[in-house]
């Protein structure tokens, strides 16, 4: 039997993205803002409903270049979850701000809304909430937070592509969000980011932070350095996007299928589906509490049959060593967000994942009972 890996990049035809890069040979164009990046530029804001995209090479530096884009006073506290990637905690570390963690809430595992005031203090001066599998924040409840408190919202939309809350996209809730188009990603440009605006007040200053603040061939107005998206990847996120609904519906049939075959089953807790959202189909997480096997155990489980499951989150980023000295670092803070990392694991998922293959992830999961 083939090795199953956790996720698996969607890609277009062969013969389309050499159709598509082959405009690169005739014009030797190959970084620099070129027609391809400013093609998939278009078609996201068209795709998203956004008015402003600026493309990166990566989520992570277009992350940390909006954060500093804001300009916050060294030593600010920016309220954020520990239940992320390593990125989210960096780069507001790398800003020379101070992350302190708010726990998730039990149900879809996003940043748990009705815990932030309390942790607001003079020196608060964001927001960064995190959608988690395709599940969105309660921007509602964030958005009046926020206001009534002045502070801004930036939010880690890596994993809410294509994701809409009552009809509206992701893109457009808070001050700014960021998506990661990492080859890992439902929509990919092999690597990738960007930062998404409802207005265009960063828009310049973020053009200059990722081109080494250069506008022109005898004008560079900004210390800015480099993160530009090459002409390669925005082809590919060219491509991937014809095709991406029809990539998350397979998505969905695949979260269909696990969810027949899991739901309901003693020891074992899905994420339900959220009111008014529309999911990607970014993850499958399981959380393994009382099943008769524990998380690790099924891990180990389905690697000595070539699957490759991950512990995603885990660890949480208030435990990591990197930030031993971090005063607001400790799990015992964020209980919940610990409970999850301890027992959660995001099983196999990607648009070409077979069916029987679904099935035979599910007969291993679940022999593990015993």
């Not at 093609?39 to 996201?44: G, P, T, V």
């Not at 780069?91 to 726990?103: E, Q, Y």
């Not at 890596?158 to 509206?168: M, W």
């Not at 997480?285 to 096997?293: E, K, L, Q, R, S």
Request: hydrophobic residues 40%; negative net charge.
């Amino acid at each position: 039997m083939s090795q199953i890996l956790v996720t698996r990049s969607s890609m277009p035809d062969y013969e389309e993205f050499c159709e598509e890069i082959k405009k690169l040979w005739e014009s030797h164009w190959l970084t620099n803002m070129g027609t391809e990046h400013k093609e998939l530029q278009r078609e996201l804001e068209g795709y998203l409903g956004c008015p402003h995209v600026v493309l990166y090479t990566n989520g992570h530096l277009a992350l940390e270049n909006v954060i500093a884009a804001m300009q916050f006073p060294k030593g600010s506290e920016v309220i954020t979850t520990p239940f992320t990637f390593a990125s989210t905690t960096h780069a507001i570390v790398r800003n020379d701000l101070i992350p302190v963690f708010c726990d998730v809430n039990p149900e879809d595992y996003t940043i748990d809304a009705e815990k932030i005031e309390s942790l607001i203090t003079e020196k608060t001066v964001a927001i960064v909430p995190v959608h988690v599998y395709g599940n969105m924040c309660d921007v509602e409840k964030i958005a009046d937070i926020a206001k009534r408190h002045g502070l801004k919202v930036i939010y880690d939309a890596a994993h809410a592509f294509a994701v809409k809350y009552k009809g509206v996209s992701s893109a457009n809730f808070g001050d700014a969000a960021m998506f990661s188009f990492h080859a890992t990603k439902v929509f990919n440009t092999i690597e990738g980011g960007a930062v998404c605006l409802a207005n265009d007040t960063l828009v310049d200053t973020l053009n200059d932070m990722k081109n080494f603040g250069i506008r022109g061939p005898e004008r560079c107005v900004f210390v800015g350095g480099n993160a530009k998206m090459n002409e390669f990847q925005a082809a590919m996120g060219i491509c991937n996007l014809r095709h991406l609904d029809r990539e998350i519906a397979k998505r969905k049939s695949v979260m269909e299928r696990y969810r027949e075959r899991l739901e309901g089953v003693a020891g074992l807790r899905l994420c339900r589906p959220q009111k008014d959202v529309e999911s990607n189909y970014a993850y499958f997480p399981v959380v393994f509490d009382g099943f008769g096997a524990d998380r690790n155990q099924v891990f180990e489980a389905l690697g000595q049959q070539e699957i490759t499951a991950r512990k995603y989150f885990y660890p949480l980023t208030n435990s990591f060593e990197c930030y031993t000295d971090l005063p607001t670092a400790g799990v015992e803070k964020t209980p919940v967000a610990a409970y999850l990392a301890d027992r959660v694991l995001t099983l196999p998922m990607y648009a070409d994942l077979a069916l029987e293959d679904v099935d035979r992830i599910c007969d291993i999961v679940l022999s593990c009972r015993g």
